[in-house]
């Protein structure tokens, strides 16, 4: 790294608060202004400070580097409080080729390795969190940049800091006058480990810095969801026939097809539904589902997908200031959106096993009067099943502060308004023989109640209730002043047009639908009564998945979800959706009959009933 000696070597080894309890800095990328003054510091200190060089008669100190260097700088009131370089792996030649011959040298010089200079700190600036600055930029430039590993010599009585943020010594030194250096080596994966311990730093340091470079300080959360099952059929689709192979009950795809109208309406016109650009605001289908569900087209906002809807609205609406309250367990992408992504403030209503993971209402009474910025339900819950029913959950609502909004996801929802059906006693084909194309039952969903509030927000997928998963269809549901910001940042065309036909066609045929949730119901139940004969603990729900505990004395979830896809059956850890499931829970979507027994068959070997205490 080659830093100023003062800037860390005469402070002891923990790590100090600014000398200026105030003091703020803009860490950005030199410009060519910049770089002359970085020249002429580096002669002031390297030079006339450290007598490491020469002192010339131009004041400046640069190197043949300096032409492929970027530097990056911290100024603290308008001058520079410090500086670091960095050499890119095009560069024709390292700082350290000075001092070792490649060959020698214990590691490979690639396109993913960079090299680390001249940090340095000016006066009165020399405290360890400047010098952590720095060296934290320079590292999330190289990973911003795609590097993988970081190469640089530092000065041997401040190994300690150097080691403690990950960089070793790759076991060679040089000498420069008085000074000794030893070469460093760093992973980027091991760098990013070591940050866990200056989280505190970091976050001290994240709000008392304007960060005027293009990428994030903080390396910004990857795409979160669940299922793995396309890696087997091929995710070039070129060997699409293996899905004949494969059973996902790792993902809630619906078991059975699009309403007919659906798949002949893009079988007729598919060359031209996919040549031909879609109305650009989805105006047909937004007309569709204000018909189907009885509210204006005002109360409606479309996406592709409610992960599309749940990114653009609440990193719109919340920042990291925000505190949220979500269930546990539940979906698990608002948590990562929500900590991950915006680093909003999380807590967490708990739902206990004992007690079925039902929401407990009072609880969510007494929570929703701590005036959270937004509160995220999923009703009827993932993974848990379970469901609030609609008149208890609006009385409830109703008395939240109004200024909270009250986030209700409703992807299963019609899952259950099939179980309030099966409560009737009517026969399925009877039902719908008296309704026609109308859905007979009364539905369990908020969306007009949302339409008529103030702040509750329905987000509604069309995925796994109408067989549209692959169509990435989704809406929201609310009051029109709730949408109207959200609406600006909706980019036209944001469904696709064979997505839109089939969404609309999809809600012309109710009955359809309806009768295909009867029969889910059904599998579901004989699916749960395998998994009993197996000693697992299924909990009741009412969606096409169920959770179950496996035994005690058994495999783990990860070991069944690991031997299972060995044999083609993606079922799902549910881990991940909430620390209270622990690791013997596992989700499992419902299939239809010939799958659901191909997944005990699957299942008896791999966890044979009563072969465990």
């Given at each position: ?21 105030e ?6 990328l ?17 030079a ?5 060089h ?64 001249l ?42 800091l ?15 006058g ?28 994240e ?5 005027r ?6 390396q ?13 059929i ?11 192979d494969?059973?996902?009950a ?9 309403a007919?109208?659906?798949?002949a ?5 598919l ?20 018909e ?10 479309p ?22 309250l ?22 967490r209503l708990?739902?206990d ?5 039902e ?9 929703l ?51 309030v ?7 399925p ?31 509604k997928s ?49 009955a ?18 395998g ?6 603990d ?35 850890d ?33 966890c044979?009933s009563?072969?465990?205490?």
């Amino acid at each position: 790294m080659n830093p100023n000696p003062a800037s860390t070597a005469r402070r002891p080894a923990q790590v100090f608060p600014f000398p200026q309890a105030e003091a703020s800095f803009v860490l950005g990328l030199a410009d060519a202004e910049d770089r002359g003054e970085i020249f002429r510091l580096r002669h002031e200190i390297y030079a006339r400070e450290l007598g490491q060089h020469a002192v010339n008669p131009a004041g400046t100190l640069r190197d043949p580097l300096d032409a492929v260097n970027i530097y990056l700088t911290a100024r603290c009131a308008g001058e520079i409080a410090g500086f670091i370089s960095i050499t890119p792996p095009t560069a024709p030649a390292f700082s350290v080729d000075k001092y070792f011959a490649r060959a020698a040298l214990p590691f490979a010089f690639d396109d993913q390795l960079y090299e680390v200079r001249l940090l340095t700190v000016l006066q009165p600036h020399r405290g360890r969190e400047l010098a952590m600055l720095l060296m934290y930029a320079a590292y999330r430039w190289v990973e911003a940049h795609g590097g993988t590993r970081i190469v640089g010599i530092g000065r041997r009585e401040v190994m300690d800091l150097y080691r403690r943020v990950g960089l070793e010594p790759a076991g060679l030194s040089t000498q420069s006058g008085e000074v000794t250096y030893d070469l460093l080596l760093g992973s980027i994966s091991g760098l990013r480990q070591h940050s866990a311990e200056f989280a505190a730093v970091l976050s001290r340091l994240e709000t008392r810095t304007a960060w005027r470079l293009p990428f994030p300080f903080r390396q910004p959360a990857a795409c979160f969801h669940g299922g793995a099952f396309f890696g087997a059929i091929g995710e070039k689709f070129d060997t699409l026939e293996r899905r004949h192979d494969i059973i996902n009950a790792d993902v809630l795809d619906a078991w059975f097809p699009p309403a007919p109208g659906v798949t002949a309406t893009l079988t007729d016109h598919l060359p031209w539904l996919l040549r031909t650009s879609p109305p650009t605001d989805c105006a047909g289908l937004i007309a569709s589902i204000a018909e189907a569900r009885g509210v204006a087209p005002t109360n409606i906002l479309p996406g592709a997908g409610s992960s599309d809807l749940i990114f653009r609205a609440f990193r719109h609406w919340l920042t990291a200031d925000s505190r949220v309250l979500i269930l546990d367990p539940t979906y698990g992408e608002y948590a990562h959106v929500l900590e991950k992504v915006i680093g909003c403030t999380v807590d967490r209503l708990a739902l206990d096993r004992a007690q079925g993971f039902e929401v407990n209402l009072a609880k969510l009474s007494a929570a929703l009067a701590l005036d959270y910025d937004l509160v995220a339900l999923v009703n009827p819950n993932s993974p848990t099943g379970r469901h609030v029913p609609r008149e208890k959950l609006e009385a409830v609502l109703r008395a939240a502060p109004w200024h909270t909004r009250l986030w209700v996801d409703e992807t299963y929802v019609e899952y259950a308004t099939s179980s309030v059906a099966r409560s009737t006693g009517l026969v399925p084909a009877e039902a719908l023989a008296k309704a026609g194309r109308e859905n007979p039952f009364p539905s369990e969903s908020l969306e007009k109640f949302a339409a008529a509030s103030e702040n509750v927000i329905v987000a509604k997928s069309m995925s796994k209730v109408y067989a549209l998963s692959g169509a990435r269809v989704a809406y929201l549901c609310a009051g029109h002043h709730q949408l109207e910001a959200l609406r600006a940042i909706t980019p036209p065309w944001v469904v696709g047009l064979p997505a839109q036909v089939a969404a609309v066609r999809a809600l012309q045929d109710p009955a359809y639908y309806a009768a295909r949730y009867q029969e889910t119901a059904g599998l579901r139940e004989s699916l749960a009564s395998g998994l009993r004969e197996l000693g697992w603990d299924v909990l009741p729900g009412i969606a096409n998945f169920l959770l179950c505990h496996l035994p005690e004395g058994g495999p783990d979830a990860d070991t069944v979800v690991r031997l299972a896809r060995a044999e083609g059956v993606f079922l799902r850890d549910a881990v991940r959706m909430g620390a209270r499931l622990g690791p013997r829970a596992v989700r499992i979507a419902v299939k239809d009959a010939a799958a659901n027994a191909r997944m005990l068959t699957v299942l008896r070997p791999i966890c044979p009933s009563g072969a465990w205490a």
